[in-house]
């Protein structure tokens, strides 16, 4: 296993890794809409929030050698599933030809006071 790492992504709030290789997997753990350089959530709404754990998640990827086509799977975690459709219309932004296959979930609540986390799984075989 390879720990991933990259400054242009907000540092882990816990015990865990911004992502991690194993074999031709990339296990990226959840992003939630943190500014990398100051640690704070950015400013706005569920739409402005899914931008910013989109570009955080890409960062990751991007750390490992890897993109959104990469990705084989995601899994988003909102806070209310009321915003199911604008979050969807700005993933539906970063996926490649083929997209993930994908999970939606509403969940209680969200670190920091989140309206959504995202993440995944890249595979970097054919």
């Given at each position: 296993m390879e720990k991933i790492e990259t400054a242009k992504a907000p540092a882990a709030i816990g015990p865990y890794s911004q992502a991690v290789r194993a074999g031709d997997y990339l296990f990226c753990s959840g992003q939630i809409p943190l500014i990398p350089e100051t640690g704070e959530m950015v400013a706005g709404g569920v739409v402005e929030q899914t931008r910013q754990v989109l570009d955080n998640l890409m960062q990751v990827l991007a750390a490992a050698g890897a993109d959104f086509g990469s990705v084989v799977k995601t899994t988003i975690y909102l806070a209310d599933l009321a915003d199911f459709v604008t979050v969807n219309e700005i993933?539906?932004?970063?996926?490649?030809?083929?997209?993930?296959?994908?999970?939606?979930?509403?969940?209680?609540?969200?670190?920091?006071?989140?309206?959504?986390?995202?993440?995944?799984?890249?595979?970097?075989?054919?």
């Open positions: 993933y539906a932004e970063y996926c490649a030809e083929v997209a993930p296959a994908r999970a939606t979930v509403q969940v209680a609540a969200l670190p920091k006071g989140a309206r959504v986390e995202i993440d995944a799984v890249a595979c970097f075989g054919k």
